[in-house]
Protein backbone atom coordinates (compact mmCIF):
# COMPACT_ATOMS: atom_id res chain seq x y z
CA UNK A 1 0.00 0.00 0.00
CA UNK A 2 1.17 3.75 -0.81
CA UNK A 3 -0.45 6.99 0.55
CA UNK A 4 0.08 10.56 -0.42
CA UNK A 5 -0.28 13.43 0.52
CA UNK A 6 -0.70 16.79 -1.04
CA UNK A 7 0.03 20.09 0.51
CA UNK A 8 1.16 23.69 -1.19
CA UNK A 9 -2.10 24.71 -2.41
CA UNK A 10 -3.81 28.44 -1.83
CA UNK A 11 -5.25 31.96 -3.33
CA UNK A 12 -2.64 33.83 -5.37
CA UNK A 13 -2.62 36.52 -7.65
CA UNK A 14 -2.48 35.92 -11.65
CA UNK A 15 1.52 35.40 -12.28
CA UNK A 16 2.40 34.47 -8.92
CA UNK A 17 3.77 30.73 -8.06
CA UNK A 18 2.93 28.29 -6.30
CA UNK A 19 4.73 24.79 -5.33
CA UNK A 20 2.81 21.88 -4.49
CA UNK A 21 4.08 18.75 -2.69
CA UNK A 22 3.37 15.39 -2.44
CA UNK A 23 4.60 13.28 0.61
CA UNK A 24 4.47 9.51 -0.89
CA UNK A 25 4.99 6.45 2.10
CA UNK A 26 4.45 2.98 2.67
CA UNK A 27 5.47 0.54 -0.24
CA UNK A 28 7.23 3.10 -2.22
CA UNK A 29 9.71 1.04 -3.84
CA UNK A 30 7.33 0.18 -6.22
CA UNK A 31 6.18 3.19 -7.73
CA UNK A 32 7.71 3.74 -11.27
CA UNK A 33 5.42 6.96 -11.75
CA UNK A 34 4.45 9.98 -10.56
CA UNK A 35 1.60 12.33 -11.63
CA UNK A 36 0.15 15.70 -11.14
CA UNK A 37 -3.39 16.02 -12.17
CA UNK A 38 -6.09 18.84 -12.04
CA UNK A 39 -10.09 19.17 -11.80
CA UNK A 40 -11.79 22.88 -12.25
CA UNK A 41 -15.15 23.01 -11.50
CA UNK A 42 -17.32 21.43 -14.19
CA UNK A 43 -14.27 20.03 -16.17
CA UNK A 44 -12.98 16.47 -16.17
CA UNK A 45 -9.88 15.86 -14.36
CA UNK A 46 -6.60 15.84 -16.49
CA UNK A 47 -3.44 15.49 -16.65
CA UNK A 48 -0.51 18.53 -15.59
CA UNK A 49 2.76 16.72 -15.40
CA UNK A 50 4.66 13.16 -14.77
CA UNK A 51 7.78 12.02 -13.87
CA UNK A 52 9.46 8.51 -14.10
CA UNK A 53 10.79 7.16 -11.10
CA UNK A 54 13.87 4.56 -12.83
CA UNK A 55 15.44 7.66 -15.01
CA UNK A 56 13.78 10.59 -13.94
CA UNK A 57 12.30 11.87 -17.40
CA UNK A 58 9.31 14.07 -17.44
CA UNK A 59 6.40 15.17 -19.16
CA UNK A 60 4.57 18.23 -19.12
CA UNK A 61 1.26 19.34 -20.40
CA UNK A 62 1.35 21.92 -23.49
CA UNK A 63 -0.35 24.26 -21.47
CA UNK A 64 1.62 24.71 -18.49
CA UNK A 65 4.97 24.03 -20.40
CA UNK A 66 7.65 26.73 -20.02
CA UNK A 67 5.42 27.65 -16.90
CA UNK A 68 5.71 24.55 -13.74
CA UNK A 69 8.36 22.07 -13.32
CA UNK A 70 7.77 18.67 -11.72
CA UNK A 71 10.82 17.24 -9.25
CA UNK A 72 11.24 14.80 -7.06
CA UNK A 73 13.44 14.40 -3.47
CA UNK A 74 14.35 10.41 -2.72
CA UNK A 75 15.31 11.32 0.54
CA UNK A 76 12.15 12.66 1.29
CA UNK A 77 9.71 10.52 -0.82
CA UNK A 78 8.54 13.87 -2.12
CA UNK A 79 7.42 15.44 -5.64
CA UNK A 80 7.40 18.86 -5.91
CA UNK A 81 5.19 20.79 -8.73
CA UNK A 82 6.53 24.29 -9.08
CA UNK A 83 4.28 26.30 -10.44
CA UNK A 84 5.38 29.89 -11.70
CA UNK A 85 2.91 32.60 -13.92
CA UNK A 86 -0.06 31.28 -13.23
CA UNK A 87 -3.14 32.15 -14.82
CA UNK A 88 -6.84 32.25 -13.63
CA UNK A 89 -7.40 29.32 -15.49
CA UNK A 90 -5.32 27.33 -13.49
CA UNK A 91 -7.69 27.22 -10.58
CA UNK A 92 -8.27 23.90 -10.20
CA UNK A 93 -7.79 20.91 -6.92
CA UNK A 94 -4.43 19.80 -7.78
CA UNK A 95 -4.03 15.76 -7.27
CA UNK A 96 -1.42 13.53 -7.00
CA UNK A 97 -0.90 9.83 -8.41
CA UNK A 98 1.51 7.08 -7.69
CA UNK A 99 1.63 4.23 -10.22
CA UNK A 100 2.96 0.79 -10.27
CA UNK A 101 3.22 -0.20 -13.28
CA UNK A 102 2.11 3.18 -15.68
CA UNK A 103 2.41 2.84 -19.17
CA UNK A 104 0.42 5.82 -20.48
CA UNK A 105 0.46 8.87 -18.45
CA UNK A 106 -2.49 10.10 -20.02
CA UNK A 107 -4.59 7.15 -18.43
CA UNK A 108 -6.03 7.53 -14.94
CA UNK A 109 -6.80 4.24 -14.99
CA UNK A 110 -3.25 3.19 -14.67
CA UNK A 111 -2.33 5.01 -11.24
CA UNK A 112 -3.27 3.02 -8.12
CA UNK A 113 -3.11 5.47 -6.04
CA UNK A 114 -4.13 9.00 -5.22
CA UNK A 115 -4.56 11.81 -2.67
CA UNK A 116 -7.27 13.67 -1.92
CA UNK A 117 -6.01 17.00 -3.23
CA UNK A 118 -4.88 20.44 -3.09
CA UNK A 119 -7.31 23.95 -3.66
CA UNK A 120 -4.90 26.26 -6.10
CA UNK A 121 -7.15 29.64 -6.54
CA UNK A 122 -5.41 32.61 -8.95
CA UNK A 123 -7.48 35.44 -9.17
CA UNK A 124 -7.41 37.91 -11.95
Known amino acids: QVQVVESGGGLVQAGGSLRLSCAASGSIGSINNMAWYRQAPGNERELVSA????????YYREFVEGRFTISRDYAKNTVYLQMNSLKPEDTAVYHCAAGLTVISVFLQSEYDYWGQGTQVTVSS
Open 51 to 58: IENTDGST
